[in-house]
């Protein structure tokens, strides 16, 4: 499919500092994929580019699978690029080991209310927390677990290299959100997505999938030319800790979501669209392009 739009000579993107989606951008983002578009670089966190896809901002963005029902008649998914896999959950963390039905009516800090991570974790509270959790407080990632350890929350859920590091703020695995969604529905668990803004095009869209995937490809081929990048954005993470990141973010559903990785992000949604969390998707809401 084809037609006679014009491509911009460079393409608005914004992803996060975090290593994954630098070792995924930095071929592309530094002109290493041959006829693949320029970027500018945006670096935010996902909750920032979350609302930056509902405000409809940027040609391209990297956010969470639960944004997907409020963007997609604007944005169209990449079915590369984003973030899907198996034992890569959100926690839920607390000071002291317990269970959860010690959640209700407890306070819980969260990353983002339009967070694939909360969404998780609203379909889990559904299931094991009778009566339901207490006051919600969003913050910013990398302030869940000193609040946690601090007092000023009772439980945290947190992403990313949170998974590795918990255990030096003191704090106990309450739950895993990624083992509840596995063990419910057998399928991998959706995170983050790459979207692109429809109007670009078909021809422009595929060339963007086709980048993506190369930028992933070329990473994979020469680590180490990523890690310049990843190390500059990686908010003075232990490299060790980076490394860890990206092997369990950055795996074969980034280079294809395939039938597999669209089973997940349809699951996902419907399960919450049927539970009031989220509207419900068009038929052929994830089509591409």
């Known amino acids: 499919m084809s037609d006679n739009r014009t491509e911009p000579e460079t393409l608005r ?7 994954n989606d630098t070792f995924v951008f930095d071929a592309w983002a530094h002109g290493r994929i041959p006829g693949a578009p320029a970027l500018d670089v945006t670096f ?4 920032i580019t979350n609302g930056m896809a509902e405000r409809g901002e940027l040609d391209v963005l990297k956010v969470s699978y639960a944004v997907l029902p409020y ?12 973030a899907l896999g198996r034992g890569c959950g959100p926690l839920v963390l607390t000071r002291d080991a317990g269970a959860p039905a010690g959640l209700a009516g407890r306070t819980v800090a969260v990353p983002g209310e339009r967070s694939t991570a909360y969404l998780l974790f609203r379909l889990w509270a559904a299931a094991e927390v009778p009566g339901g959790v207490g006051e919600i407080v969003v913050m910013p990632f990398h302030e869940i677990m000193p609040a946690v350890r601090d007092g000023k929350v009772d439980a945290g859920l947190v992403i990313h290299e949170a998974r590795f590091t918990y255990r ?16 419910v529905t057998g399928l991998p668990i ?9 109007s670009l095009g078909a021809d422009t869209l595929n060339r963007l999938a086709d980048a993506a995937r190369a930028s992933v490809r070329a990473a994979w081929a020469d680590p180490e030319a990523t890690r310049p990048y990843v190390m500059a954005h990686a908010q003075e993470m232990d490299p060790a800790v980076a490394d860890q990141h990206i092997a369990l973010y950055v795996n074969e559903f980034t280079a294809n979501l395939g039938e597999e990785g669209h089973a997940a992000v349809r699951g996902l ?3 919450a669209a049927d539970q009031g969390l989220v509207p419900a998707l068009k038929p052929d809401a994830l ?3």
């Open 44 to 47: 935010a966190d996902i909750d």
């Open 190 to 198: 959706p995170l983050g997505a790459i979207i692109a803004r429809r």
């Open 287 to 289: 089509a591409f392009p």
């Open 168 to 183: 030096n703020y003191g704090l106990h695995k309450l739950a895993d959100m990624g083992e509840h969604w596995e063990a």
């Open 71 to 82: 963007v997609l008649d604007e944005y169209a998914l990449l079915p590369c690029g984003g």
């Open 269 to 271: 949604l419907d399960r």
């Open 13 to 19: 993107i914004a992803y996060s500092p975090c290593p």
